[in-house]
Nanobody
Framework: QVQVVESGGDLVKEGGSLRLSCTAS????????MSWFRQAPGKEREGVSC????????YYADSVKGRFTISRDNVKNTLYLQMNSLKPEDTAMYYC????????????????????WGQGTQVTVSS
């Protein structure tokens, strides 16, 4: 049984930093590209970042480019998202997802490209 579990969400002040983690079990972690998504209340889920199976290809949403860094440790079956210079508009539930392919495709932001999802971890940024 595949399990995807996010952690690291918290309440933080504007300008602060957080590191999210996502551990996956029940699958061969390094067979899959992995992504972070987020969903704020009343808004659609949006893709934040994607990393290919070996970390060679990485993509970011324009809204987080230069502030967030995605990484993975295939030995630990863990995905990370380092978030710096946080803004109130970064407030959302953050989700980790395993893609259907080993690469981040041109449509990496589309939820239908992902087989496995975690339950999310809440990030709240106060002004």
């Amino acid at each position: 049984q595949v399990q995807v579990v996010e952690s690291g969400g918290d309440l933080v002040k504007e300008g602060g930093s957080l590191r999210l983690s996502c551990t996956a079990s029940g699958l061969t972690f390094d067979d899959y590209a992995m992504s972070w998504f987020r969903q704020a209340p009343g808004k659609e889920r949006e893709g934040v970042s994607c990393i290919s199976r070996w970390g060679v290809n990485i993509y970011y949403a324009d809204s987080v480019k230069g502030r967030f860094t995605i990484s993975r440790d295939n030995v630990k079956n863990t995905l990370y998202l380092q978030m710096n210079s946080l803004k109130p508009e970064d407030t959302a539930m953050y989700y980790c997802a395993a893609a259907q392919s080993e690469y981040c495709t041109a449509s990496w932001r589309a939820s239908y490209n992902y087989n496995y999802w975690g339950q999310g971890t809440q990030v709240t940024v106060s002004s």
